[in-house]
């Protein structure tokens, strides 16, 4: 955590670090809520045995036990002058979380769980309040899944499978889940785009374009919402 203001106004300098927000192992992906009161972050590797939405004391200890990975909640507030301290909650997210996103209006955090082949949804709300039920869906997606984007007023999730590991049988390419389906249970893969090799991260930019990063084929690809399956055009 690094105070900016005070290093735009005064020059950049050792006094700008406020302190470090602890987390679990390999910490990749995160996101602010809409509003910028939460941070949420994920960390490939727990180190205790791992039960999906099952909430976790605190960060894990070195050389413990090694399992899937975790999804953080940290208080921003709190984390600008008590990073130490600004962890809200921590629970399980599969395994190797990667990429986390919020949709619905920040009420919905969804997280990518690369070597679980799952893109996961947590309740908002109750991650803070209620950790144990904050986890609301699992969707079974492609191959090694890493960025994601939610579209269409947040009523689809786009997946990157990226088959980052060139697994037999398997392709790259992008899973479009419909939130609804995935919420009540039900078959939720509602089609697939093409991509290149190695799809990693997307965003969606204005006129209604996403934008994918290719990594193994030196691409960006875009994407036309309105032609994405499901989407209402």
Known sequence: ????GAALSRGF???DYVGSIPLEFAPVGITVSPGGRWLYATSEVASRAATPGKPVAGPGTPGGPLSGGTLTVIDLRRAETDPARSVVATVDAG???VRVVTAADGTQVWVTA?????VLCFAAARLVSD???ALVAVVRVGEAP????????GSLVVVADSNRFGAAGATSDLDVVNVAAALTGRPAVAG????GLF??????APGGTLLVSNFDSGQVEAVDVATIPGAAG
């Open 131 to 133: 950790p144990s039920r």
């Open 192 to 195: 697939h785009v093409r991509a």
């Open 114 to 118: 690369r070597a679980s082949d799952d």
């Open 95 to 97: 395994c190797q979380p």
């Open 13 to 15: 300098g050792a006094a």
């Open 199 to 204: 799809p990693r991260d997307m965003t969606l």
């Open 1 to 4: 955590m690094f105070n900016l």
């Open 146 to 153: 890493v960025g994601l984007a939610a579209i269409d007023g």
